[in-house]
């Protein structure tokens, strides 16, 4: 095994190539909260958080698994990104749906 593919082997980089159910469940999470803070109007460090939890990882393991020589993982992390994305944008409208969209004063 080359030093590269076992960088991708590494287990936490390892989650961020293969979408699992704990994935959705960041990426809902995600979505409702970051929606919830814009429409609060408290958006000071919560929609960063959002990014940084769903989509910075996802984006960074395809990077490395690319630069890895590992096309394959790097699909991968591109199909998480994806996920995590779609994800955040349907929970942000449903939670818009449920709570409406109009900000406190």
Do not use: C
Not at 70 to 89: F, H, Q
């Amino acid at each position: 095994m080359s030093r590269y593919l076992r960088t991708v082997s590494e287990p936490l980089l390892e989650e961020r190539v293969e979408p699992g159910w704990y994935s959705v469940v960041v990426a809902l999470a995600a979505g409702v909260s970051g929606t919830i803070a814009l429409v609060k109007q408290k958006v000071d460090t919560l929609v960063g958080t959002v990014a940084a939890l769903a989509l910075v990882p996802a984006a960074a393991a395809a990077a490395i698994a690319f630069m890895s020589h590992d096309p394959l993982r790097g699909v991968g992390g591109l199909e998480l990104l994806a996920i995590n994305v779609g994800l955040i944008i349907l929970a942000g409208m449903i939670t818009v749906l449920m709570i409406g969209s109009e900000p406190s004063s």
